[in-house]
Nanobody, 126 residues
């Protein structure tokens, strides 16, 4: 059974940084695109970033482009999200996910993922 576990969330002041980690347990990530999503209070879950299996291609939501960086360590089955210049609008529960198919280079639609973590809370105080 593949499970994902996020960590690294917390409370940070506006303008600060956080680095989220996602550990994949019971499986590997070598052949799958990986992604990060978030759900802000009262909103639907939205795409944040996705990275191809060899880290050659990354895509980001416009709202985080230039501030967030997704990376991965296939040997450790881990994915990371470096978040800089945080604002209150980034407050959300952040989820990592593994793509449903090995054919995806990257994936922006949550329906393209079939393994999800439980999420980690990020709160940015203004």
């Amino acid at each position: 059974q593949v499970k994902l576990a996020e960590s690294g969330g917390g409370l940070v002041q506006a303008g600060g940084s956080l680095r989220l980690s996602c550990q994949v347990i019971g499986g590997n990530i070598n052949n799958w695109a990986m992604g990060w999503f978030r759900r802000a209070p009262g909103k639907e879950r939205e795409f944040v970033a996705s990275l191809s299996r060899r880290s050659g291609q990354a895509v980001y939501a416009d709202s985080v482009k230039g501030r967030f960086t997704i990376s991965r360590d296939n040997a450790k089955a881990m994915v990371f999200l470096q978040m800089d210049s945080l604002s209150s609008e980034d407050t959300a529960v952040y989820f990592c996910a593994r793509a449903r198919s090995t054919t995806y280079v990257t994936a922006k639609d949550e329906n393209e993922y079939n393994y999800w973590g439980q999420g980690t809370q990020v709160t940015v105080s203004s």
